[in-house]
């Protein structure tokens, strides 16, 4: 299991200004009520799981990478064994439009 | 700044797929870095070469990205780049002209192994083999 970085007691806390809209505000606020956290603790909290999301999909993105890269076998199609027979290959297919 | 979106022509496609150097090295940058974008001429035309094994990891890379399919957009505006060059003595072909607006319409840059072949200067083409790493 992940834990949520960024967002322990130990690390030190710095004072930052950002802007939001009236009805976020508001929703953030009412969230954050509700579940007995500040303002504060609630954006901290919101930023590390954004943070840790986006890392998680850059890992899937990753593994799709390493699984498509190299996913054609060549021994199957000679016509595309160099950028030459590939080219040609494309523009053939593209000729039979006109 | 978001990372610019690059559309990969058909043959960037099968080189980049069947592991050809620089061109994997660069479309796995743009997979991880979520900038890729898919004409639907493009995948019709990778399929259509593809074995059913390859189909199906083809299909597998497809789904986080958007597929601009040849909607009215993009064929008016392949209609125009054909008409266009051709009063300018230059004869495209048409799945040229509606990959290049597919690329327009997403403001994508589009990355080939034959550049020759877009003369078009409303886009923006990549020229990969003189930026190998």
């Given at each position: 299991m992940r834990t949520i970085p960024y967002a322990t007691d130990e690390d030190e806390t710095v004072r930052t200004q950002i802007t939001l809209t009236t009805s976020l505000k508001k929703a953030i606020e009412e969230k954050a009520t509700k579940s007995g956290q500040s303002l504060s603790e609630y954006l901290r909290r919101a930023a590390s799981?954004?943070?840790?999301?986006?890392e998680q999909e850059r890992e899937n993105l990753t593994e799709l990478a390493q699984i498509a890269i190299g996913s054609v076998d060549l021994k199957n199609h000679p016509q595309w064994s160099n950028?030459?027979?590939?080219?040609?290959?494309?523009?053939?297919?593209r000729s039979e439009w006109q | 700044m978001a990372?610019?979106?690059?559309?990969?022509?058909?043959?960037?496609?099968?080189?980049?797929?069947s592991n050809q150097k620089p061109y994997s090295s660069f479309l796995s940058s743009w997979i991880i870095d979520k900038q890729l974008i898919f004409s639907?001429?493009?995948v019709a035309e990778f399929l259509s070469g593809a074995t059913d094994e390859?189909?199906?990891?083809?299909?597998?890379?497809?789904?986080?990205?958007?597929?601009?399919?040849?909607?009215?957009?993009?064929?008016?505006?392949?209609a125009y780049y054909r008409k266009k060059y051709l009063t300018q003595k230059t004869k495209l072909m048409l799945p040229d002209c509606l990959i290049a607006a597919s690329?327009?319409?997403t403001k994508a840059a589009l990355a080939t192994a034959d550049p020759k072949d877009?003369?078009?200067?409303?886009?923006e083409v990549l020229h990969l083999d003189s930026k190998v790493t």
């Open positions: 799981l954004s943070i840790l999301l986006d950028k030459t027979k590939v080219t040609r290959w494309v523009k053939t297919m | 990372m610019k979106l690059v559309l990969p022509d058909t043959n960037i496609l099968i080189l980049a797929l639907s001429v493009v390859e189909e199906k990891v083809f299909l597998s890379l497809l789904k986080p990205f958007p597929i601009i399919p040849v909607d009215l957009t993009v064929a008016q505006l392949g690329c327009k319409v877009f003369p078009i200067k409303e886009i």
